[in-house]
């Protein structure tokens, strides 16, 4: 799939996992690894549905492997449902994971 064939927007549906940003001009196009980290981590079942059949499977391993905004939780389980090894997915390295106990220890 080639990122022209990426969609425009994302769903309104889905809107609430992007508190922070002015959702109207967010394009998957523009910017994939955001929206797949951000639906991935944030997203409910829903979301993760949309990502994983909108997008190739080999950007939604990238975004593991190159994105460290994801919660360990998160991180682990599609390290799992993607069979990537743990050492390749760089929110579960231990320097990340010991740098995130220290600015938030929960």
């Known amino acids: 799939?080639?990122?022209q064939s990426l969609p425009?927007?994302?769903p309104e549906a889905f809107k609430r996992f992007f508190w922070d940003i002015a959702?109207?001009?967010l394009s998957p196009r523009e910017k994939p690894y955001y929206v797949i980290n951000r639906l991935?981590?944030?997203g409910d079942l829903a979301a993760a549905r949309?990502?994983?059949r909108t997008f190739p499977k080999e950007m939604i391993i990238d975004t593991l492997k190159t994105m460290r905004?994801?919660?360990p939780r998160s991180g682990t389980f599609w390290q799992r449902y993607l069979n990537i090894p743990k050492e390749e997915v760089l929110c579960l390295q231990e320097s990340y994971l010991t740098m995130r106990r220290t600015h938030w220890p929960f």
């Open 1 to 3: 799939m080639a990122e």
């Open 8 to 10: 425009d927007s994302v």
């Open 23 to 25: 959702f109207e001009k």
């Open 40 to 42: 991935l981590d944030k």
């Open 50 to 52: 949309w990502d994983v």
């Open 69 to 71: 905004d994801f919660s």
